[in-house]
């Protein structure tokens, strides 16, 4: 996966979660960070990518997990940025 090196102000503080210490459907989320800014990436491939497996690790058939918790405020931040804002 590509990192995306470019800060996006929606994605403030991502760093300061201890995201190993989470879980998520699949174990630690320590790769949630990595979805998460791969879902700024200006490749529409990689952001797709990203979103399955987000949505598959933090929402698996319906569940909810520590990590999910911790990603909503990011989501939610991004989802309130128009997309040329976010894309990298």
Same mark, same amino acid.
């Given at each position: ?8 102000? &929606? /994605?403030?503080? $991502? ?13 630690? !989320?320590?790769? +949630? *960070? ?15 990518? &990203? /979103?399955?497996? $987000? ?13 999910? !918790?911790?990603? +909503? *405020? ?15």
């Amino acid at each position: 996966m590509t990192e995306i090196n470019t800060p996006v102000p &929606a /994605l403030s503080g $991502l760093d300061a979660v201890d995201w190993s210490a989470l879980t998520h459907a699949c174990g630690p !989320a320590d790769d +949630v *960070p990595g979805l998460l800014r791969a879902l700024c990436s200006p490749e529409a491939e990689q952001r797709h990518k &990203a /979103l399955d497996a $987000l949505y598959g690790n933090t929402f698996h058939q319906g569940s909810r997990y520590p990590a999910t !918790a911790a990603a +909503v *405020p990011f989501l939610v931040r991004m989802g309130a940025v128009p997309v040329s804002g976010l894309l990298s």
